[in-house]
């Protein structure tokens, strides 16, 4: 008579039995709870839920290539995942996620073309515009992103920072580590610019 | 013209629910958290739609009382008189046919064939009289359909008129049949029968692809020794010119012995005084010529002392 096989299954972590609505949090609450066992993974959704499609059409802006931008917006919230333990919270997450993703791009460009000068504008960009499916290029709006590939990139940064992403000059002054005044200038520069640009094309 | 401010643009990207999840899903899987959808995708609902659909009156506004078509009723079909559509075959006496001529032709028989009515000269109508009569087909009857309306009713009461003899045509009377070739066909057959004619010779001059190893035998099993060539003794006399040795004259052996000496000619130095008469002529004419320079020692080259 032989001894009955032991059945051996795969403990599952149960969910806590409170359930916590995430979608009503603030972004101030949601983050409170990265730290608590069995709520992080769902907080982190949460966050993906809220800040995925804004930050890919962030760096979308900065990139235009939406291979180069997927890949960027994996790093960027991989990056958060894990640094969230260890981070003082003194600003707001969407801040904290927009600076996370702007290092990310500006090191993505970097370890794609060491020697690239941000002061100097990469209009060959302009041709991932043609070749995305995606894009309808006779819109003006695709005309506006052909004519931001024509800025340098710290120019292009702050327009789209301060056009798209509704930031003020204070806030991408912390992002950027400069002065509001300049950051004003810049983005008045670059939209002169781009109606230049934008008349012509 | 419109500027950026006066019109805010938007981000022309767009990306769909379905794709934003892909990257949501390389997210969750890079971070180790168990990947789960995080943008819903609405799916459409679908209608319905109902087994019994609900008449529509015809008359404007939406009342749902049925309006039924009014019975239709006929008035009874009368018997007709058939008696009014039958037909007077009449029969009138027809010629007997004459009997078949004989083969043998004979102007005078043929003249006796030809009917009587051509050389008796008869009228039109005695002509008419004797011509074949077709029979009258009969009329089939007609069924009176019930109308109101009076005058269809009369045109269908009226007798109908006689019909026209149907004409056959002389053609198909005659039996005569023209015989048509088919060329389209005929074209067809040859043209199947060239696409296989060439097919077959393609195939056939097609060679087999053959690999490196085949083509470098087959260009070395050509490659031939190469033929040498025998060297073949020439008929030509070869002219042998042997030189003849001269002796040089004393006038030029001191300037033999110059030219032959293996020293560089600066330095050396001859000794004017002490060659014989025929040397000294010959350095002279040398000097002239500028091939030697004779340093004789004479007061006059030397500089003046002041």
Same mark, same amino acid.
């Given at each position: ?8 299954? *795969? ?9 916590? *609505? ?28 809220? !800040?995925?499609?804004?930050? !890919? ?45 702007? *290092? ?15 002061? *100097? ?6 041709? !991932? ?67 230049? !640009?934008?008349?012509?094309? | ?11 022309? +990207?767009?990306?769909?629910? $379905?794709?934003?999840? /892909? ?17 819903? #995708? ?25 309006? =039924? =078509? ?6 009874? #079909? ?24 004989? &083969? ?17 000269? @008869? ?27 009076? %005058?269809?009713?009369?045109?269908? &009461?009226?007798?109908?008129? /006689? ?43 097609? %060679?087999?692809?053959?690999?490196? $190893? ?13 033929? #040498? ?8 006399? $070869? ?8 002796? @040089?004259?004393?006038? +030029?052996?001191?300037? &033999?012995?110059?030219?032959? %000496? ?32 004779? $340093?004789?020692? /004479? /007061? ?7």
């Amino acid at each position: 008579m032989s001894l009955p096989e032991k059945h051996i299954s *795969n403990r599952v972590l149960r969910t806590p039995s409170v359930s916590i *609505n995430f979608e009503k949090l603030e972004d101030s609450q949601l983050v409170s709870y990265f730290s608590k066992p069995g709520f992080k993974e769902d907080a982190f959704r949460e966050v993906l839920r809220r !800040y995925q499609e804004p930050i !890919y059409r962030y760096v979308r802006n900065l990139l235009i290539s939406a291979h180069d931008t997927e890949e960027l917006v994996t790093r960027t919230f991989v990056s958060l995942f894990k640094k969230i333990p260890g981070i003082k919270w003194n600003a707001s997450l969407k801040f904290f996620i927009y600076r996370l993703a702007s *290092n990310e791009s500006i090191s993505f460009l970097k370890q794609k073309n060491p020697t690239m000068d941000f002061d *100097n504008a990469q209009k060959e960009i302009t041709e !991932y515009l043609e070749i995305d499916s995606d894009i309808n290029p006779s819109l003006i709006e695709v005309k506006l992103q052909k004519a931001l590939c024509y800025l340098p990139f710290k120019q292009k940064l702050v327009f789209v920072l301060a056009y798209f992403e509704g930031f003020d000059f204070e806030q991408i002054g912390e992002l950027t580590q400069a002065s509001a005044q300049s950051l004003k200038s810049t983005y008045e520069h670059a939209q002169k610019k781009l109606d230049i !640009y934008l008349g012509v094309m | 013209m419109a500027t950026l401010e006066s019109k805010k643009l938007k981000s022309p +990207y767009a990306p769909s629910k $379905e794709k934003m999840n /892909d990257i949501a899903y390389r997210i969750q899987s890079n971070v180790g958290v168990s990947a789960q959808e995080v943008f819903t #995708i609405r799916q459409t609902s679908f209608i319905e739609q109902k087994k019994s659909p609900v008449q529509l009156s015809v008359e404007f506004g939406a009342t749902t009382a049925k309006i =039924a =078509a009014p019975e239709s009723v006929q008035p009874p #079909i009368e018997e007709e008189n058939q008696s009014v559509y039958e037909r007077e075959i009449t029969t009138q006496p027809q010629k007997e046919a004459s009997p078949v001529p004989s &083969n043998k032709y004979v102007e005078t028989e043929i003249t006796e064939i030809i009917p009587d009515t051509v050389d008796k000269g @008869l009228s039109a109508t005695e002509n008419d009289a004797l011509t074949p009569q077709i029979p009258q087909r009969p009329v089939p009857p007609v069924y009176k359909i019930a109308t109101n309306n009076s %005058q269809v009713q009369e045109d269908y &009461n009226e007798t109908p008129t /006689d019909e026209d003899s149907l004409n056959e045509s002389e053609a198909a009377k005659s039996g005569v049949r023209s015989v048509q070739i088919p060329w389209a066909s005929i074209l067809g057959f040859v043209a199947t029968a060239m696409a296989v004619v060439g097919a077959w010779w393609v195939w056939n001059n097609i %060679q087999k692809p053959s690999s490196v $190893e085949d083509v470098v035998q087959t260009v070395s099993d050509q490659n031939s020794t190469a033929t #040498i060539i025998e060297s073949s003794e020439s008929t030509k006399n $070869e002219i042998t010119i042997e030189p003849k040795l001269v002796e @040089l004259p004393e006038e +030029y052996r001191s300037l &033999n012995n110059l030219l032959s %000496q293996q020293e560089s000619m600066q330095g050396t130095y001859l000794d004017f005084s002490g060659s014989s008469e025929p040397s000294k002529i010959n350095m002279v004419k040398l000097e002239k010529k500028g091939m030697i320079v004779l $340093e004789l020692e /004479d /007061d006059l080259f030397n500089p003046l002392r002041l």
